[in-house]
T-cell receptor, first 113, second 115 residues
Framework: IAGITQAPTSQILAAGRRMTLRCTQDMRHNAMYWYRQDLGLGLRLIHYSNTAGTTGKGEVPDGYSVSRANTDDFPLTLASAVPSQTSVYFC????????????FGPGTRLTVL | QKEVEQNSGPLSVPEGAIASLNCTYSDRVSQSFFWYRQYSGKSPELIMSIYSNGDKEDGRFTAQLNKASQYVSLLIRDSQPSDSATYLC???????????????FGTGTRLLVSP
C-alpha cells in the first residue's frame, strides 16, 4: 500500500540522549517535511526537503537536523533531546509543486523525560 | 494577524445536521486551499482541495471558496458521529526564492456530532 511510514510509533527518551525518527515514503514524492504538533499550537514545520540532496529550515529547527540522501527517506535527528521536544512528530510528503497538498504519515509520539 | 485562522470550537451539532466550518487567511495571492480531518491520536488526512472560487462537492462534503473575502469553508451535510474530529484548514504561504512554498495550517476546529 502506497504511503508514508514512520518509526517508532512512540518513544520515551531520557534528556540528553540522541534520537532519530525515521520516515519513508513510496509515492516517489519530491518534497518531504517534518512537523511537530503540540496542543494549542497546531502543526509547526521543523525542516523540509524540496528534493533529494537538499534540505531547509522551517519555523522551529533548533535542536533538530535532517538529511535527504535519497527520494524515499527523510530521517529527523534530535542530537541531545530536551523535555521541550516532547511532542507528536509527523512526517509528510508532496509532489513538490508550489502550493501542492501534503500527505501525512501516522506520527511518532515522543516523550523526553 | 495569523496567516490562517480558525475558530477552535468545539462546534457541536446533532446527528443529521449540517456542520459549517470556517477558515480565513491573510495571503491574497493564495491559489490552493485544503481541508484536513484529524481524529484524536491520528495524523491529518486530506479530505478536500479547492482551487477556484465557488463550491466544490464531494459526497457529504462541500468546500466553499471566496477569494475576495479571503475565506474558505467546509460544509458537512448529514453529519454523523464518525465525523467528530478536528478539521484543519491549510493554505500555501509565501513562496521563497528557493521555490519552496510551505503550507500554513490553522490550529483546527474541533467538531462534535452527537447521536
Amino acid at each position: 500500500i502506497a504511503g508514508i511510514t514512520q518509526a517508532p510509533t512512540s518513544q520515551i527518551l531520557a534528556a540528553g540522549r540522541r534520537m532519530t525518527l525515521r520516515c519513508t515514503q513510496d509515492m516517489r514524492h519530491n518534497a518531504m517535511y517534518w512537523y511537530r504538533q503540540d496542543l494549542g499550537l497546531g502543526l509547526r514545520l521543523i525542516h523540509y526537503s524540496n528534493t533529494a540532496g537538499t534540505t531547509g529550515k522551517g519555523e522551529v529547527p533548533d535542536g533538530y537536523s535532517v538529511s535527504r540522501a535519497n527520494t524515499d527517506d527523510f530521517p529527523l535527528t534530535l542530537a541531545s533531546a530536551v523535555p521541550s521536544q516532547t511532542s507528536v512528530y509527523f512526517c509528510a510528503s508532496s509532489d513538490g509543486l508550489a502550493g501542492s497538498e501534503q500527505f501525512f504519515g501516522p506520527g511518532t509520539r515522543l516523550t523526553v523525560l | 494577524q495569523k496567516e490562517v485562522e480558525q475558530n477552535s470550537g468545539p462546534l457541536s451539532v446533532p446527528e443529521g445536521a449540517i456542520a459549517s466550518l470556517n477558515c480565513t487567511y491573510s495571503d491574497r495571492v493564495s491559489q490552493s486551499f485544503f481541508w484536513y480531518r484529524q481524529y484524536s491520536g491520528k495524523s491529518p488526512e486530506l479530505i478536500m482541495s479547492i482551487y477556484s472560487n465557488g463550491d466544490k462537492e464531494d459526497g457529504r462534503f462541500t468546500a466553499q471558496l471566496n477569494k475576495a473575502s479571503q475565506y474558505v469553508s467546509l460544509l458537512i451535510r448529514d453529519s454523523q458521529p464518525s465525523d467528530s474530529a478536528t478539521y484543519l484548514c491549510a493554505v500555501p504561504g509565501l513562496q521563497m526564492n528557493t521555490g519552496f512554498q510551505k503550507l500554513v495550517f490553522g490550529t483546527g476546529t474541533r467538531l462534535l456530532v452527537s447521536p
